[in-house]
């Protein structure tokens, strides 16, 4: 019996087991469309035994893409791509597919990371950034626009129109992006919002906009079909969010309905140094699902197959997202039942290669 391996019902969605792929942004677009790029990268990662596949961060306006190359919902031309691409997975297999809809805020008009990752210049085609304040991410970047409330309005409609269209696109499930410094988790961070009206000051005003948004696009996405959100444990410096802080803040996304929270980390500020290792997201996920009992997933260093399956075991978590296990295998659920003992259904075409069959599989580490 495992633990990780056993289904898992969010709202109607059936999940074979519980190990999501990670969102994962590949800055491999054009004018927001998938490419060749995302047709092999989601398509091995669709065969490779996971039972769930949230698709990169995907911004609601163009103005809220990281890089140009940054997939967008919020053209018909980009939509019919979506379309296009989940017809396609399907094809291979079952594996439920969501998305990740997201605004970069302050980190956008950047370069790719393997570019660097700073601020675009204007021969580069940089665009104006906003924020809810009108601080720099760091030196290497613009300082954003501060956001006035017709931006609100228009911004909140934007992910309301890009949650129509992955309705319509046909995505299983759909995730928020409150994380990682991005527009809506820069309003919660006292860091990032310095605003001195209603969204700002308090935690009950920090979380104001983003839980506006929340409201909008629950409304938007149908019942039954899982809506969840991905926030930062902490902010981990001094004078940042607590994780007190985001606890309350999980209480206010459950009373918004709410049906899965991803406990995740990563750069609300520059130069943060978070003291990541295998599982250390564990406690902080057990914390939320202990406060709100809702579905809970956790990220972080998670490749160790003993490792993961306890996190599930010992209830820290529901289910897991993994991301650069499975860029660096991504057949990595598939190997990692084997390292179980599990029995996992084998793509036939591939079954000549299944450790049952062909010897060479052991001297390859799950
Ligand atoms: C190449 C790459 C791109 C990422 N893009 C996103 C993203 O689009 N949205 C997001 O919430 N997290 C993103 N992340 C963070 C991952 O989803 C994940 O939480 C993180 O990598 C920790 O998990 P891991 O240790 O299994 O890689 C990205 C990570 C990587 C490696």
């Known amino acids: 019996m495992s633990a990780l391996f056993s289904p898992l019902s969010i709202g109607d969605l059936q999940l074979s087991n519980r190990i999501f792929v990670a969102p994962m942004c590949q800055y491999s677009g054009r ?52 379309t296009k691409l989940l017809a396609y997975l399907r094809e291979l297999g079952p594996i439920r597919i969501g998305i990740q809809i997201a605004h970069a805020g302050r980190k956008a008009s950047c370069r790719p990371p393997w570019n660097g990752g700073q601020g675009l210049s204007a021969d580069e085609g940089r665009w104006e950034i906003v ?4 601080l720099a991410f760091g030196e290497a970047r613009a300082v954003p626009r501060a956001l006035d ?20 696109a046909g995505f299983d499930y759909l995730e928020l992006h ?11 961070s006292p860091l ?8 700002g000051g308090p935690l009950e005003n920090r979380m104001r906009f983003p839980l506006e948004v929340v409201s909008r696009v629950r409304e938007a996405w149908p019942r039954g079909r899982p809506f969840g959100v991905r926030i930062n444990a ?24 709410v049906e899965f929270i991803c406990v995740s980390a990563g750069a609300a500020v520059e130069g943060v140094r978070i003291p990541a290792r295998p599982g250390y997201l564990a406690s902080f996920a057990r914390a939320v699902r202990e406060r709100t009992g809702l579905i809970t997933r956790v990220p972080g260093f ?56 062909w010897q060479g599989a052991a001297s390859f580490n799950a």
């Open 31 to 82: 004018d927001g469309m998938p490419q060749s790029w995302h047709v092999q990268h989601y398509g091995s990662l669709a065969v490779g035994g996971a039972a769930a596949l949230t698709l990169e961060a995907t911004a609601v306006s163009s103005e809220g893409r990281i890089t140009h190359g940054c997939l967008g919902l919020y053209t018909d031309e980009q939509e019919a791509a979506f």
């Open 131 to 134: 924020a809810p304040s009108a």
């Open 149 to 168: 409330s017709e931006d609100l309005e228009r911004l909140a409609s934007a992910y309301v129109a890009s949650t129509r269209r992955a309705v319509c």
């Open 178 to 188: 409150l994380a990682h410094g991005y527009l809506l988790g820069s309003f919660l």
């Open 192 to 199: 990032s919002n310095r605003r001195q009206d209603e969204y």
């Open 234 to 257: 902490h902010d981990w410096v001094a004078g940042g969010m607590s994780f007190d802080e985001t606890l309350d803040v999980c209480d206010a996304l459950k009373a918004a309905d």
């Open 302 to 357: 998670l490749y160790e197959p003993r490792l993961v399956e306890d996190i599930v075991a010992k209830g820290d978590a529901d289910c897991v997202a993994v991301g650069r296990a499975m860029l660096y295998d991504s057949k990595w659920p598939l190997h990692t039942a084997q390292a179980l003992g599990i029995k996992l259904p084998y793509p036939p075409q591939y079954r000549l290669s299944h450790p049952d069959t």
